[in-house]
């Protein structure tokens, strides 16, 4: 079964400074990764995925998220935080049809 | 734009109560799926659909039943709620004709049951 692990329940970051948001994943086949973000009370969006075109890939809201095959990772960053970007966070692996999904970083914003 | 629409934002229910949680997607996607969320626990699979009348269980089905009488829509039914019950479900839908397709999820219903 495949596993994804994101480090860091809660991370705590100032506006305009650096997010990084990790996620690890266990997979002995090539992944189809994902992140999504959730906003209070309502349902998960698509932020970004992996396409296998480029190892770099651009999301919405400014996110992007590197693909390292060599250690499994595909971390999320932005590079200035903006107070509406206080959400929930969450990584996750497609295999065939079904998903997994990491425990979910939440992520605050201070001004 | 895909839309996953369920019927209900809020739901207050009592114990032993039958209660419906309906799905619909306009995406005509082959694969539908329910989860629920619960602070510290993250998404848990509850029962996921690849096609009409098929229905597989997830890691957590026990006192649920869904069903999938037409393509775009997936029912969710708990057959005697219980106060354990009480979370927030999310819809979500798929699509099998590319690997790398994303869910679509709906927008969640949040049920209390008293």
């Avoid at chain 1, 935080?81 to 997994?100: G, I, L, P, Q």
């Avoid at chain 2, 997936?74 to 819809?91: D, G, H, K, P, R």
């Amino acid at each position: 079964a495949q596993s994804v692990t994101q480090l860091g329940s809660h991370v705590s970051v100032s506006e305009g400074a650096l997010v990084l948001l990790r996620c690890n994943y266990s997979s002995s086949v090539p992944p189809y990764l994902f992140w999504y973000v959730q906003y209070p009370n309502q349902g998960l969006q698509l932020l970004l995925k992996y396409t296998s075109a480029a190892t770099l890939v651009k999301g919405i809201n400014g996110f992007e998220a590197e693909f390292k095959k060599s250690e499994t990772s595909f971390h999320l960053t932005k590079p200035s935080a903006h107070m509406s970007d206080a959400a929930e966070y969450f990584c996750a692996v497609r295999t065939f049809n079904k998903f997994y999904f990491g425990s979910g970083t939440k992520l605050n914003v201070k001004p | 734009d895909v839309k996953v629409t369920q019927s209900s934002r809020y739901l207050v229910k009592r114990t032993g109560e039958k209660v419906f949680l309906e799905c619909v997607q306009d995406m005509d996607h082959e694969n539908m799926f329910w989860y629920r969320q619960d602070p510290g626990l993250g998404l848990r699979l509850i029962y996921f659909s690849y096609d009409v009348k098929m229905k597989e269980k997830g890691d957590i089905p026990e006192g649920y039943s869904v069903s999938r009488e037409k393509k775009e829509r997936f029912s969710l039914i708990l057959e005697s709620a219980s106060t354990n019950q009480t979370s927030m479900y999310l819809c979500a839908s798929s699509s099998t004709g590319t690997a790398n397709s994303p869910l679509h999820f709906g927008n969640g219903t949040r049920l209390t049951v008293t």
